[in-house]
């Protein structure tokens, strides 16, 4: 595989493939990378994004001194696991893989420790795991649009010569919210749950308006751009609340995903008016999509049974430098009731603070550049002497 152009990345970033980590090929894009011995930040992306998803953030920390690398995730774009089936081995795209994915990563560029791991959405409670697990190489953490969910709770203490039982389960913990879901009206479903069955990937890689438009539809309508986008906390994880949640997070039964964004596709002038996305822009984004396809990406809504072996650090809390950023219009900040308080409150120790920006849904790093910038450098400021 080839580097991405040049052509479509801005000045002063560079894209590459290294070699050999943890058993693939995985592409980079990296800022600040002329001057030696520049303490090091890592950029992990979401769903349906790309390390490009990053290029508006890269310069300007770079020019704060810092080497800003951003790589294609295992499953994503020109880094390797693209070719993977439905029916492929899920354990290569579990958490603990994809943090020993980074971690042979910083290691492959010569790197000892990065001041900070950065993720959005899927990348998440990827840099949540690399801050929990390897606080010796991951500094600091910001979690962005998508809560960290931490680790397993602690296992039951000691019970072993007590003669107490174990608390019985309340109702609620038998409440299947998905079941519940299909008898709404209309039924619903959850789109985390729809991207772990078989259809989806072809459904968002050969859809009727095709990919690109696919594309655009799915970005604007969980962007700032789309007005709908009024979110606000739900009280619990019922699917009364749930159903609350606009058409991309909660679809309607019958619907994929494509079918679920076309009525909300913009027209040919709001296109042309999206600044934070214009269509060269997009173009980046659908032909690499066009040539892999999702499945690499939809990987990781699937890895649960993989994941169990993630007990080993149950009861674990996040102890380096913390915050969360998310966009004001990003319904993504709350689709998991008390998600964003369980990070502020229970699992992390150093926490410094939430930031929901202005005009800016959940694509809050492309939407927002410049208070995103603002953000990390402030936060990266004030830990700087912890760093070192």
């Known amino acids: 595989m080839t580097p991405l152009s040049s052509a479509v990345l801005p000045s002063g970033i560079r894209s590459r493939i290294v070699e050999d980590v943890n058993g693939i090929s995985m592409h980079i894009l990296e800022a600040g990378f002329e001057a030696p011995d520049r303490p090091a930040i890592l950029l992990l992306h979401g769903f349906p994004e790309l390390a490009y998803s990053w290029r508006k953030v890269m310069i300007p920390l770079a020019e704060q001194g810092y080497y800003v690398v951003a790589p294609d995730a295992r499953g994503y774009g020109r880094s390797?696991?693209?070719?993977?089936?439905?029916?492929?081995?899920?354990?290569?795209?579990?958490?603990?893989?994809?943090?020993?994915?980074?971690l042979a990563l910083v290691a492959a560029l010569g790197l000892r420790s990065v001041d900070a791991v950065i993720g959005h959405d899927q990348g998440s409670p990827l840099a949540g795991w690399?801050?929990?697990t390897?606080?010796?190489?991951?500094?600091s953490v910001v979690l962005m649009s998508s809560p960290f969910r931490g680790a397993p709770?602690?296992?039951?203490?000691?019970?072993?010569?007590s003669s107490k039982k174990l608390a019985v389960a309340t109702d609620l913990s038998f409440y299947d919210i998905h079941q519940e879901l299909t008898r709404l009206n209309p039924p619903r479903k959850y789109y985390m749950r729809y991207y772990t069955t078989r259809p989806a990937n072809e459904d968002i890689w050969h859809p009727k308006q095709g990919v690109h438009d696919f594309l655009r539809a799915y970005y604007h309508m969980k962007s700032a751009d789309w007005k709908e986008n009024r979110p606000f906390p739900l009280k619990s994880l019922i699917a009364s609340e749930w159903e609350k949640l606009p058409r991309y997070y909660v679809m309607d039964l019958e619907k994929d995903m494509a079918a679920?964004?076309?009525?909300?596709?913009?027209?040919?002038?709001?296109?042309?008016?999206?600044?934070?996305?214009?269509?060269?822009?997009?173009?980046?984004?659908?032909?690499?999509?066009?040539?892999?396809?999702?499945?690499?990406?939809?990987?990781?809504?699937?890895?649960?049974?993989?994941?169990?072996?993630?007990?080993?650090?149950?009861?674990?809390?996040?102890?380096?430098?913390s915050m969360f950023i998310g966009g004001k219009s990003d319904w993504g900040v709350y689709q998991t009731p008390g998600g964003l308080e369980a990070v502020e409150?229970?699992?992390?120790?150093?926490?410094?603070?939430?930031?929901?920006?202005?005009?800016?849904?959940?694509?809050?790093q492309q939407e927002q550049p410049t208070e995103v910038c603002r953000l990390f450098l402030e936060f990266l400021n004030r830990n700087k002497q912890r760093l070192i």
Not at 353 to 362: D, M, P, R
């Open 153 to 161: 709770t602690s296992f039951p203490f000691a019970t072993a010569n």
């Open 134 to 139: 390897r606080p010796d190489i991951f500094k």
């Open 80 to 102: 390797g696991g693209t070719d993977v089936k439905y029916d492929d081995d899920l354990l290569p795209f579990s958490s603990r893989n994809k943090v020993i994915d980074f």
């Open 345 to 364: 409150t229970t699992l992390t120790t150093n926490y410094q603070g939430t930031h929901l920006v202005e005009g800016a849904g959940h694509w809050v």
């Open 260 to 321: 679920s964004v076309a009525p909300e596709m913009p027209s040919p002038q709001d296109i042309a008016n999206c600044q934070w996305l214009p269509d060269n822009e997009l173009r980046v984004y659908s032909e690499e999509y066009a040539r892999t396809g999702f499945q690499g990406g939809l990987q990781g809504y699937r890895i649960a049974p993989v994941d169990k072996d993630l007990q080993i650090f149950a009861g674990l809390q996040i102890h380096v430098p």
């Open 130 to 132: 690399c801050a929990l």
